[in-house]
């Protein structure tokens, strides 16, 4: 009989089942055991720094997109960020958090929208808006807030341009210093029946994100 292949047919991962587990472990296997406090994961499955994955502002800046950049502005509700991360690893888009945050980065809500090291690569973390508008001197800010009467189709999106979406309502009420600041080129807005409560925060942006990628041809997508 032929020998078999593969991790169970290896005679280098049988033995030892410690020493199995590092060999399946090298050939790609995600570890089954690894913290319930880490988020992110390299190709092999092991855990690694949340920051180390994400991208510098530098580097944001520096970066050829397909699409508008998205900010999200203190948000604090961690599963539309993780959903947000995830739309941005599928189109191809930047996303930008500012702080404060409501929430921690290894949030476990955040965890569930599946991600890995390829979606936070995405990610750029801003300790307050002022570093969001320095590191991108040559981008248009359009704001999108339900205070604009421009509906968001009347805008012709470029890639450099950052789309900006305020925290989830709450609280504390919408820094309209940050979404009416003389930074902000355009205010925007989606269309909803009147007297109905706010779409979802990465609903909204989803919209957004794919209306301009549609724009720009969807290019880079298949």
């Keep these: 009989m032929a020998e078999q292949t593969g991790v169970q047919g290896n005679p280098e991962v049988q033995g030892n089942p410690e020493d199995k587990v590092e060999k399946m472990f090298e050939y790609g296997y995600r570890k089954s055991n690894y913290g319930p406090d880490e988020l992110v994961t390299d190709a092999h499955g092991n855990p690694?720094?949340?920051?180390?994955?994400m991208l510098t502002a530098e580097k944001a800046a520096e970066a050829e997109t397909v699409t508008p950049h998205l900010c999200y502005y203190s948000p604090r509700i961690p599963g539309n960020t993780g959903s947000a991360i995830r739309l941005c690893a599928v189109t191809g888009t930047i996303l930008h958090?500012?702080?404060?945050?409501?929430?921690?980065?290894?949030?476990?809500?955040?965890?569930?929208?599946?991600?890995?090291y390829h979606d936070m690569a995405h990610v750029v973390l801003h300790p307050n808006f002022?570093?969001?508008?320095?590191?991108?001197?040559?981008?248009?800010?359009?704001?999108?807030?339900?205070h604009a009467t421009k509906l968001y189709t009347e805008?012709?999106?470029?890639?450099?341009?950052?789309?900006?979406?305020?925290?989830?309502?709450?609280?504390?009420?919408?820094?309209?210093?940050?979404?009416?600041?003389?930074?902000?080129?355009?205010?925007?807005?989606?269309?909803?029946?009147?007297?109905?409560?706010?779409?979802?925060?990465?609903?909204?942006?989803?919209i957004a994100i794919y209306e301009a990628w549609r724009q720009l041809n969807f290019a880079g997508g298949r």
């Design 155 to 206: 805008i012709e999106y470029k890639p450099t341009d950052i789309l900006l979406f305020g925290p989830e309502p709450g609280n504390i009420p919408d820094p309209m210093d940050i979404m009416a600041g003389p930074h902000v080129a355009e205010q925007v807005r989606l269309p909803m029946r009147p007297s109905l409560r706010s779409l979802n925060l990465t609903n909204c942006a989803s």
């Design 97 to 116: 958090l500012v702080e404060p945050l409501g929430f921690n980065l290894r949030d476990t809500k955040l965890r569930r929208a599946g991600l890995d």
């Design 48 to 53: 690694i720094s949340v920051v180390d994955a």
């Design 130 to 146: 002022e570093n969001l508008v320095e590191s991108m001197p040559n981008s248009r800010i359009i704001a999108f807030t339900a």
